[in-house]
């Protein structure tokens, strides 16, 4: 059976339009030990603080809209579970909308940049197209990203280098594996800057869905040295 707790939780709260600087403010809240953050910030605003703007809709992580850091690490706000002490911030490096909700323009622009469905050598047929059962479900496994930005957020290459961050790398491996893709995914993803990636594997460990766009960089590399015979391995 959950227990009580009681816990302390520090939100970053700021509003471009009538804030000159973000500040912190400190909530005790009454809850249970298996609580998950998003518990906690919907307590908050129900009862302490009806103004906080914060942002979910499944509650079970399949739609990655609660990103948010807790204690300077990202997370998905309805699967991490919470802790005594917390201080929760807005995704970085994103511009924030207010307190933790964040502007996802450019992240949608990067997605439609990209062109992320199969850029075909013949029109369309219509109707189902014969693949491989194993790179099928390969396929459909890579396509459960969740574009909640986690990754990204907590990428140091994205931090201090030019480059678009895991989540976008891992699309474009997803299409390069497309059997009926022609484009030249390995360019965008050299454009994208993954030769910036650190190699430091953060993004898979830190991914909700169980992704590894880690290995996604790793295969783009391998297809550098091999050639382009290793796209479809």
Same mark, same amino acid.
């Given at each position: !059976?959950?227990? &009580?707790?009681?816990?302390?939780? $520090?939100?970053?709260?700021?509003?471009?339009?009538?804030?000159?600087?973000?500040?912190?403010?400190?909530?005790?809240?009454?809850?249970?030990?298996?609580?998950?953050?998003?518990?906690?910030?919907?307590?908050?605003?129900?009862?302490?603080?009806? &103004?906080?703007?914060?942002?979910?809709?499944?509650?079970?992580?399949?739609?990655?809209?609660?990103?948010?850091?807790?204690?300077?690490?990202?997370?998905?706000?309805?699967? $991490?579970?919470?802790?005594?002490?917390?201080?929760?911030?807005?995704?970085?490096?994103?511009?924030?909308?207010? &307190?933790?909700?964040?502007?996802?323009?450019?992240? $949608?622009?990067?997605?439609?940049?990209?062109?992320?469905?199969?850029?075909?050598?013949?029109?369309?047929?219509?109707?189902?197209?014969?693949?491989?059962?194993?790179?099928?479900?390969?396929?459909?496994?890579?396509?459960?990203?969740?574009?909640? !930005?986690?990754?990204?957020?907590?990428?140091?290459?994205?931090?201090?280098?030019?480059?678009?961050?895991?989540?976008?790398?891992?699309?474009?491996?997803?299409?390069?594996?497309?059997?009926? &893709?022609?484009?030249?995914?390995?360019?965008?993803?050299?454009?994208?800057?993954?030769?910036?990636?650190?190699?430091?594997?953060?993004?898979?460990?830190?991914?909700?869905?169980?992704?590894?766009?880690?290995?996604?960089?790793?295969?783009?590399?391998?297809?550098?040295?091999?050639?382009?015979?290793?796209?479809?391995?």
């Amino acid at each position: !059976m959950p227990s &009580d707790i009681k816990l302390r939780a $520090e939100i970053r709260r700021y509003d471009p339009a009538v804030d000159s600087e973000p500040r912190y403010e400190a909530y005790e809240v009454a809850g249970k030990d298996n609580w998950r953050v998003l518990d906690v910030i919907c307590f908050i605003y129900e009862h302490q603080a009806g &103004d906080l703007a914060y942002q979910f809709a499944c509650r079970v992580g399949r739609c990655g809209t609660c990103g948010v850091k807790v204690n300077g690490v990202p997370v998905l706000a309805c699967q $991490e579970r919470c802790k005594p002490e917390m201080r929760i911030e807005p995704l970085t490096p994103f511009p924030v909308l207010r &307190d933790l909700v964040v502007d996802r323009s450019e992240v $949608e622009a990067r997605y439609e940049q990209h062109a992320l469905a199969p850029q075909r050598a013949t029109a369309y047929a219509g109707g189902p197209e014969a693949i491989e059962p194993q790179l099928a479900e390969a396929l459909c496994h890579m396509n459960s990203c969740l574009a909640c !930005m986690v990754c990204v957020s907590g990428c140091p290459a994205v931090a201090e280098r030019a480059f678009d961050g895991p989540a976008f790398i891992l699309k474009l491996r997803h299409m390069a594996k497309h059997p009926a &893709d022609t484009g030249t995914r390995l360019a965008q993803a050299v454009d994208a800057g993954m030769l910036e990636c650190f190699g430091c594997d953060l993004c898979t460990q830190l991914c909700p869905a169980d992704l590894s766009p880690a290995q996604a960089i790793r295969e783009f590399r391998r297809e550098i040295i091999l050639g382009g015979s290793a796209a479809h391995d």
